[in-house]
């Protein structure tokens, strides 16, 4: 399977990590920003019109109690932020050893080793 026909291009030969950014064409990841903007206008929540976070018209994350709600959005906040801190954590990983997974026997250049 072809990432890119015309640049005869595979998914194969794509690495992971952010070694994956500099191998992908420009105009695939135009087109990739796109076809995500395309489907968040479409169909992605109503949130930034009817100005009420978190109200999707269903109750099943969120509750009646506006002391609960107030936990679990609070609890959703916080998870998020946790998720940006790890992300951000893998891509630094990423950056020094090469591998998002932590090798860090290919990181030969830290200050620790004498």
């Known amino acids: 399977a ?4 015309s640049h ?3 998914f194969s030969d794509v690495p992971n990590g952010l070694a994956a950014l500099s191998k992908v064409p420009s105009l695939g990841w135009v087109q990739i920003i796109f076809f995500a903007g395309v489907i968040e206008g479409a169909f992605g929540f109503d949130d930034y019109k009817n100005g009420t976070p978190g109200e999707y018209g269903w109750k099943v994350l969120t509750s009646d109690d506006p002391s609960e709600k107030s ?3 609070s609890a959703e906040l916080a998870n998020g932020r946790l ?4 992300i ?3 891509f630094f990983q990423d950056g020094l050893t ?3 997974w932590g ?3 290919l990181y030969s250049d830290s200050p620790l080793r004498a």
Not at 2 to 5: G, K
Not at 83 to 86: G, I, R, S
């Open 83 to 86: 998720a940006m801190m790890a």
């Open 103 to 105: 090798d860090w026997a």
């Open 2 to 5: 072809y990432l890119s026909p």
């Open 71 to 73: 936990k679990k959005l």
């Open 98 to 100: 090469g591998s998002a």
């Open 88 to 90: 951000i954590g893998m």
């Open 8 to 10: 005869g291009l595979k």
